[in-house]
């Protein structure tokens, strides 16, 4: 799920009014509007066919198996179907062109199945266009280092954000924001749609990532809604749910519109929509609510899936701390990879993932685990695979790689090798089976499920890391003690 990085964009300096800001998280909010994608790429009628991740399963239940390689859990493959719809085009260059990109199921899929990243709308195709990128100046600073689906840039008084191809498959797609302090002048030429006041005072989200993000920067406090409370993790977070201070908003098509209203969220920031959802959002974006994309899910670099936290402080006006932040943990990451690649007499080869009955779905090497395997110092079994998606195998395709692994990791949902064997026997037979050499990333459960894994986790690659180096190359970490992962017994 995390192939294609180039989502996202921010503009501007950091806004003077912007450092100073105090941690405070009892401000009533105000909402705001606008909603706004743009797109540069040139569509054709009818979009590719492909399978979906399920970064909306995983991140809603807890599941503990990479995104890019949980697509048979349960019956429900993702795969979509894309038709663009091209609504009110003109046939002059640098005119506006309004259309909406709709994605559906494929006929025969059970009706379980999550749909994925659907209706977006798209307005305004003219870079230089008032109202498009606007204008910059030489001293505009992109402050994204890493990262390939977004972009930060600083300039005098406001930053600019652009999400870029937000969705699995969403090419040439760009959704652009000014982040502007509150009560400052905009930028001049800027679509007051697309501006957003910061700091942020409520927020509705839908991932655990983006709660983790927020919680690393001290704002928790400001979070109203969100799509799966049961699911948090971080003890903080569940005592907000518990005392009513976080609502839940629903799920997909039963997204709860009117409590989100109620809230009044200075946006609503999500990962990825279903077609069901299309009518709410339009409500809500109707109403004045921001509906801003976050693609961090679709990062295949560690250090850029967490680089995401410098958007999250941002929207916060604590761009200072979301700097050192990552800065801090991009350093611990690249010592540790140092170190391993300087420590390792033979890299140690690793199997993924479980099937589901006869079908594997398989992490391709350029995934973000299976850079988290090669920086630790492993050889991932499929790292000569590149794809956009994962990529279905029959089980004996892939028992016939398999028997060579010396490690399996990140092993679906099962706690016990007992739990293998009873899913298929032959796996049993797997000479990493038999030498126990099995480690699951599920030792950090919530009592109802949510997995830290996928919540702290994506700001703390360097934990990943460290986890998986001691597993392969435990003589390089004797007094490590695994946080993520536990040993399968």
Not at 381 to 405: F, H
Request: net charge positive; with cysteine; glycine share 10%.
């Amino acid at each position: 799920m995390a192939l294609l990085n180039k989502n996202i964009i921010l503009t501007g300096n950091f806004p003077g009014n912007c450092r100073q800001k105090p941690m405070d998280k009892t401000k009533p909010a105000s909402p705001t509007n606008g909603i706004a994608l743009t797109s540069t790429a040139k569509y054709p009628e009818t979009a590719d066919r492909g399978i979906m991740s399920d970064g909306l399963l995983r991140r809603r239940t807890g599941w503990n198996q990479d995104p890019i390689i949980s697509h048979g859990i349960k019956n429900q493959s993702l795969q979509y179907h894309g038709i663009n719809k091209f609504l009110n085009k003109t046939g002059h260059s640098g005119k506006k062109k309004r259309f909406i990109i709709i994605f559906y199921p494929q006929a025969g899929f059970l009706k379980t199945v999550f749909l994925f990243l659907i209706t977006v709308f798209l307005v305004s195709c003219t870079a230089g266009s008032p109202g498009g990128t606007g204008t910059t100046n030489s001293h505009d600073v992109n402050i994204i280092e890493i990262a390939k689906r977004v972009t930060l840039i600083r300039s005098q008084g406001y930053s600019q954000l652009r999400v870029l191809d937000p969705w699995q498959g969403a090419d040439g797609v760009v959704q652009e924001w000014y982040l502007v302090p509150r009560g400052s002048v905009p930028p001049e030429g800027a679509d007051s749609s697309k501006i957003i006041s910061v700091p942020l005072k409520k927020i509705v989200c839908m991932s655990t990532t983006h709660l983790a993000m927020i919680n690393a920067l001290g704002e928790r406090n400001s979070v109203c809604g969100f799509s799966g409370t049961r699911y948090i993790y971080d003890p903080s977070l569940r005592e907000l749910v518990k005392n009513g201070k976080i609502s839940e908003i629903g799920y997909d098509d039963n997204i709860d519109k009117e409590k989100i209203i109620s809230l009044s969220p200075d946006l609503v920031m999500i990962y990825g929509i279903g077609s069901e959802s299309a009518g709410y959002l339009a409500k809500l974006q109707n109403l004045g609510i921001r509906i801003v994309f976050n693609a961090d899910y679709l990062e295949d670099d560690p250090l850029g899936k967490a680089e995401w936290i410098k958007v999250i402080g941002a929207l916060y006006c604590r761009d200072a701390m979301a700097d050192s932040i990552f800065s801090e943990l991009r350093d611990r990451y690249l010592g540790l990879k140092a170190g391993i690649d300087a420590g390792i007499k033979l890299r140690k080869k690793v199997l993924l993932g479980m099937p589901f009955k006869d079908t594997w779905f398989i992490s391709p090497g350029n995934s973000y685990i299976s850079a988290l395997i090669r920086d630790a110092g492993g050889e991932y079994l499929w790292d000569d695979k590149n794809s956009r998606v994962s990529m279905p195998m029959a089980l004996e395709a892939v028992y016939s790689r398999a028997v060579n692994a010396d490690f399996w990791l990140n092993a679906g949902n099962v706690n016990s090798r007992a739990e293998i064997t009873a899913i298929d026997a032959r796996l049993g037979n797997l000479p990493c089976f038999l030498e126990g050499n099995i480690y699951n990333n599920n030792n950090r459960l919530s009592q109802e499920g949510g997995n830290d894994y996928w919540e702290s986790g994506c700001i703390s690659p360097d934990l990943i890391l460290k986890d998986i180096g001691a597993i392969l190359h435990p003589e390089l970490f004797r007094e490590h003690k695994l946080f993520y992962y536990r040993l399968v017994k």
